[in-house]
């Protein structure tokens, strides 16, 4: 279950940090889809079968998670919880991507 799933958990997190945020216009959306791609690939790739399956969706997941966080060093913002949380989830993205290959 996608509650029990701290990936998941984190990645709404950072979701809902990113909402808040005061962006530029033109990157406000933007962050939205990279932030909301991040749980969306996380939930997706946690109901596929196969490991590579799993690993491709949770790669895209890490680089939504960095596109992310590029967005958030662009516009100087300094959130101390935002960035824990991005560097939590890096660290799990990585590693549960690396045991499925």
């Known amino acids: 279950m996608l509650k029990d799933f701290l990936a998941f958990q ?4 950072i979701y ?3 909402k808040k945020l005061k962006v530029a ?14 749980a969306l690939n996380i939930a997706e ?14 790669s895209i997941a890490f680089g939504s998670l960095r596109e992310t ?8 913002i300094v959130d101390l919880y ?4 991005i ?5 799990i993205l990585f590693n549960i991507s690396q045991k499925r290959k």
């Open 10 to 13: 984190i990645s709404k997190e």
């Open 16 to 18: 809902h940090s990113c």
């Open 25 to 38: 216009p033109h990157l406000k959306d933007q962050l939205l889809r990279a932030s909301s791609s991040i």
């Open 45 to 58: 790739g946690s109901g596929k079968r196969t490991s590579k399956d799993q690993a491709r969706f949770y």
């Open 69 to 76: 966080q590029a967005i958030v060093e662009l516009e100087n």
């Open 82 to 85: 935002l960035n824990q949380k």
């Open 87 to 91: 560097n939590h989830l890096s660290g």
